[in-house]
């Protein structure tokens, strides 16, 4: 580049900057250009050249997310109820351009949208429900203020509602409900843990029983075979001892130990008979005890040889 050259540049760049020729856009920021009163150019963040005197900014926008406080208006549910609500809208500017030309005063035009668009949502509820569903609120008030704003280059990304406020009588009414329903919910749960209680108390109850029932069982079964065995006991016994005299009485002077048994048996019972009662029977020679003893062993004798008479048919 020759001297000249420089020179001229030099020049033209202290042209522009004396008459406003060079512009510096901000970050998150677009301005659009007018070029003899018509739409030129949208200029994006960095360093630009204009042409002084012909070239304009006219509109100067910023692309950040804008938050828009909504002022509280009245509004009326399904149920004629008439509520103040409020809330706050974030948008953002999408087309520069539409922004500039498609609307006068894009904030204000947001504004007026999203109140007339959220009377609208309203009304389409009950009370009840504009307290319960809040968040499908917020979400259709955007998607009727996005359908309406894509002309004017402006994006809503969502929507607030920040207070609902009811008028006084239903705002006590609601109050008294809330109150009832409470009284309501501790009744039930006062009935429910006394049922549970007397649940309670009749399972315990029949489980006591049960288990007496079972011990009583375990008691008697224990005491009858307790009482069986004693007898199996005794049984063996006799029968041992049983066994035990027999073979004593086939031995030498068995028959004389059975005497002199049986005499001592007579002795005692004798003795005994007027202990018991006062009407006493008395065998015919009560002094002769040899007599009975010989009635006593005739009649052993007598069995004995029964018995021996079996025992040889048997075999």
């Known amino acids: 580049m020759g001297t000249l050259e420089f020179t001229l540049a030099i020049a033209f760049i202290a042209f522009l900057t004396a008459w406003n020729g060079i512009k510096l856009v901000p970050q998150q920021s677009a301005w659009v250009i007018e070029r003899l ?9 960095g360093l630009h050249f204009i042409i002084p005197f012909v070239d304009k900014v006219a509109y100067r926008h910023s ?9 509280s208006q009245t509004a009326i549910t399904r149920d004629n109820v008439t509520l103040i609500i409020d809330g706050i809208l974030y948008l953002k500017i999408t087309d520069p351009k539409q922004a500039s030309y498609g609307v006068l005063d894009p904030r204000y035009a947001v504004i007026q949208l999203a109140q007339t668009t959220m009377r609208s949502e309203l009304g389409k509820m009950t009370l009840d429900k504009t307290f319960e569903e809040r968040e499908s609120l917020n979400t259709n008030i955007v998607q009727s203020i996005n359908e309406a704003s ?3 280059g402006i994006q809503c990304l969502r929507y607030e ?19 009832a329903e409470r009284q309501k919910r501790a009744e039930i749960l006062n009935s429910e843990g006394q049922r549970q209680s007397q649940i309670n108390i009749a399972e315990g109850g029949k489980r006591d029983v049960v288990l007496q029932s079972e011990a009583a069982m375990t008691d008697q079964i224990n005491r009858a075979k307790g009482e069986a065995e004693a007898i199996l006991a005794v ?21 004389k ?17 007027a202990k018991e009662t006062n009407t006493v029977l008395l065998p015919e020679k009560t002094g002769d005890i040899g007599s009975m003893v010989a009635q006593a062993l005739a009649v ?16």
């Open 161 to 179: 509602i920040k207070d609902i406020t009811p008028p006084d009588n239903v705002r006590q009414a609601m109050e008294l409900q809330v109150a």
């Open 235 to 255: 049984a063996r016994a006799t029968a041992e001892g049983i066994e035990l005299v027999a073979s004593s009485i086939q031995k030498s002077g068995g028959e």
């Open 63 to 71: 692309l950040k997310e804008n938050a828009v406080d909504i002022p």
């Open 257 to 273: 130990a059975v005497a002199l048994r049986l005499a001592e048996q007579y002795i005692d019972a004798f003795s005994n008979l």
């Open 37 to 45: 009163g018509r739409f030129n150019q949208t200029l994006t963040a």
């Open 300 to 315: 052993f004798n007598k069995i004995q040889n029964q018995t021996s008479s079996e025992e040889n048919k048997k075999s």
């Open 150 to 152: 894509i002309v004017w």
